[in-house]
């Protein structure tokens, strides 16, 4: 007897067919979740949209100030409006 294994939401989507990293771009990039109502992805793309709107914050790093015996630290000031 043969046995029918179901496939895990690896791959495609059983519904509209779309790779999963294509599908959670797509509506990502649009800001809205699937319209068909049973796609295996529904919550990888909710946390893609979710995460599109997230502020992405980078640390910027510091410059280091060498300072010799001989030379006097320069400090350049910026001046806002």
């Known amino acids: 007897m ?3 294994h179901q496939k895990t939401a690896t791959g495609r989507c059983t519904v ?3 790779k ?3 599908a959670i771009a797509e509506q990502a990039a649009k ?3 699937c319209p ?3 796609c295996e992805f529904a919550a990888e ?6 995460n599109r709107n997230r ?10 100030i ?3 015996e001989n030379q006097s630290p320069k400090i350049n000031f910026v001046k806002r409006k």
């Open 2 to 4: 043969t046995r029918i």
């Open 16 to 18: 509209c067919k779309r």
């Open 20 to 22: 999963k990293g294509v």
């Open 31 to 33: 800001g809205e979740p």
């Open 36 to 38: 068909t109502k049973t």
């Open 45 to 50: 793309i909710a946390a893609g949209i979710e």
């Open 55 to 64: 502020l992405r914050i980078v640390p910027k790093e510091m410059k280091k």
């Open 66 to 68: 060498q300072i010799s």
